[in-house]
């Protein structure tokens, strides 16, 4: 989940084209309108504006790593400096809803930290447009530039606890995918709590899941190879769309991608207290979203929340689960990760020990980003063959 929604695009413009990021703060359900629009970042230049001249940088941290990290990255270390700067002292879950959407994010960090260090930015060929998938929901259509189709398709959810983030925020991680599967992504903007209780969420996600079904000729996509995809609270909603679209006779997805998801309600896992203090995620924040989503605490107990104490996990689509080791969510990926295999799921497991939740998106900056985004594209492509 990115952790802080807000976006310093104007203090960057030119990175901000880079990274093809929307240079405005907007809401989390942003996408308006199904006429398709090709973005202006799509060929913009690729450079910060002083890098030219500069060059890059290595990316060095400006201090020793924190107690709660001792074994953090360089490179990931200098992004959570940066988030911790721009956030300012209070911790995320002191504050009310409306703030925490509008503060940085760990996308924000990012690009401040290729600003600083004179990073490129790399070029994004795509193009994107947008369409309404359901009543109050809308998506976000990434298509390779000049694509004839009918490609695979892979249904992206975005992370943010159910609660806070939008499409704009997890752009990156978007626009690195189907660069690199050479599919057609649609992120979906979900409906978020404390507005839309569970389980509205995981009701919209299966939504977008049967409209991809129904209409990826319309979008140049192709109906039978279809995957789903998501990063925490977004890891959690695909792996439900799974088991959704299983129980309710549906088309199983070709493959799931689970990037550090929200599998379990138990906040006292090995990976819960090793990592309670943790950055940007960290245990106390992880109940405040839990709070906001939930109607009461028996939701927790849902299979769609707790997938790890699902009944039953046969017939799922093969998976592909993403960890960080600096991670309240760490055990409880690596525990559903291990009983999909046990339910005879083929399963891809990596955990990338150095980071922190939120690093996959910072491939321009962080090498196990790259890595973790190298590996999840491999996957997804020999899936969606």
Known sequence: MNLFPHTLRWAFPT???????????????????????????????????????????????????????????????????????????????????????????????????????????????????????????????????????????????????WVIANLDTYDPSVRALTEKTGAIFVSVAYRQAPEHKFPTAHNDAFAAYQWVLKNAASIKGDPKRVAVAGESAGGNLAAAVCMMARDKGAMQPKHQLLVYPIAGYDMNTPSYQKNANAKPLSKPFMGWFFDKYLRTPADGKSPMISLVTAPNLKGLAPATVIGAGIDPLMSEGKTYADKLQAAGIPVTYKLYENVTHEFFGMGAVVPEAMQAEDLAAGELKKALQ
């Open 15 to 161: 990175l901000a084209l880079g990274l093809s990021l929307a240079a405005c703060n907007s809401a989390q359900n942003n996408e308006a309108g199904a006429t398709a629009t090709t973005t202006p970042t799509d060929s913009a230049a690729t450079t910060p504006a002083d890098s030219a001249t500069a060059g890059p940088q290595a990316v060095k941290p400006a201090g020793p790593p924190p107690a709660w990290a001792p074994n953090i990255g360089p490179e990931m270390l200098t992004v959570i400096e940066k988030l911790q700067k721009l956030q300012g002292p209070t911790p995320p879950e002191k504050l009310p809803v409306a703030e925490v959407r509008k503060a940085p994010s760990a996308t924000d960090a990012t690009m401040a930290v290729m600003q600083d260090f004179h990073v490129p930015s790399p070029p994004s060929p795509l193009d994107t447009m947008s369409k309404e998938v359901a009543p109050g929901v809308k998506a976000r259509i990434y298509m390779p530039k000049g694509a004839t189709g009918p490609l695979p398709v892979v249904v992206y959810y975005h992370g943010g606890g």
